[in-house]
């Protein structure tokens, strides 16, 4: 396999267990989901995640999050635009 979805568990988790994941971790997931095709099932895990947590309400809210200054580094936070919050904007993830 190539591209992220190389580290998501075969099978993919039930839907249940999806959305009670929140946080980095729920938005990775998120993402992830984005990157396998399966767009509505990661906008409705975003939905839910957004529930769940206010982290998951903003791009620029998760990237402030505490821990997350690994996204501070300009090689890091370029692999990142490219992979990660695309899949985030692409669930309907905004900006702000």
Do not use: C
């Not at 839907?15 to 998120?30: H, L, M």
């Not at 993402?31 to 767009?39: I, Q, T, V």
């Amino acid at each position: 396999m190539s591209g992220p979805t190389h580290m998501m568990p075969q099978p993919f988790a039930a839907e249940s267990e999806i959305t009670g994941v929140v946080g980095v971790a729920g938005s990775i997931v998120i993402s992830l989901l984005n990157f396998k095709g399966e767009m509505d099932r990661a906008s409705a895990a975003l939905g839910e995640a957004h529930k769940l947590s206010d982290l998951n309400s903003s791009i620029a809210r998760l990237s402030a999050a505490p821990g997350q200054q690994w996204l501070q580094r300009p090689k890091i936070r370029a692999l990142a635009e490219a992979t990660y919050f695309v899949g985030l904007r692409k669930a309907g993830m905004p900006e702000e």
